[in-house]
Each structure stands twice: as structure tokens, then as C-alpha cells.
């Protein structure tokens, strides 16, 4: 029995060392965000930096926009591969009659103009056995 229980902590200690490749991989990806131009279309650049222990095949995602709390657009972001201890970046352009109204009423001084975006990156990975 001593040899069975030592056995089954001694199987359970090396699965708990060697993690699957999705979740050593997951959580390694770090996202940047800063600003463009910004009137009629703004400008989110995106910056991607790879800090996992695998290459990505395919990166992509969505970013929203946001102007003094109210949603006014979203955009699509498309990056592409990127290699282990890289980074790459895209523009996410977003156009919207909302993000207009916006501008105009920055510009007839009835309201701000602070942006405020998030951005949610989709990455994919390829094994290759």
C-alpha cells in the first residue's frame, strides 16, 4: 500500500511540473495601446509583445472606443505570426457617424473629448508534432 500511494504522489507531482503547452503558453501575450489621429476616424495603435515559450501562428482581435464613457465604434485588428520573445503592431481603425457627433460637439465646446479604448487580442497557436 506504502508503494502504491507513493507511486500515485510521485505520478501527481511530475503532472503538476509539466504544464500542457496551451496553459504555459496562455497569459503571455501583452497588449499596448496608444493614439492616432482622432476626428471623423481614429487611430488605436496596437502593439503585441509575445512573452511566451511559443511562437504564435495567428493574432487578431477587436478594439472598442469609447469618448467621455459613451461607446461611439469598434474596429478589427489583424497582426499575424509572431515569434517567442517578439512583438508586433497594427493600427485599429475605427469609423462611426457616433465618433462624428462626438468630434462636433468637442468642437462646438459642449462637451470633452477624452478617449478611453480597450482592445482584446485572439492569439492561435500550431503544434507541430
Known amino acids: 500500500m506504502k508503494r502504491f500511494v507513493a507511486f500515485l504522489c510521485g505520478f501527481l507531482l511530475a503532472g503538476s511540473l509539466v504544464a500542457p503547452a496551451a496553459a504555459a503558453a496562455a497569459g503571455g501575450v ?6 492616432g489621429w482622432c476626428e471623423s476616424a481614429c487611430e488605436i495603435r496596437v502593439k503585441v509583445t509575445n512573452n511566451g515559450r511559443y511562437n504564435i501562428d495567428w493574432v ?5 472606443l469609447e469618448v467621455n464613457g459613451r461607446y461611439v465604434g469598434k474596429g478589427t485588428i489583424y497582426i499575424g505570426p509572431i515569434k517567442r520573445g517578439h512583438s508586433r503592431s497594427s493600427t485599429c481603425n475605427v469609423v462611426d457617424s457616433r465618433l462624428k457627433n462626438a468630434w462636433w460637439d ?11 479604448a480597450t482592445a482584446r487580442a485572439v492569439y492561435h497557436y500550431r503544434y507541430r508534432r
Open 60 to 64: 487578431g482581435g477587436t478594439c472598442r
Open 106 to 116: 468637442y468642437q462646438d465646446g459642449e462637451a470633452g473629448f477624452e478617449t478611453y
Open 30 to 35: 501583452r497588449l499596448k495601446l496608444s493614439y
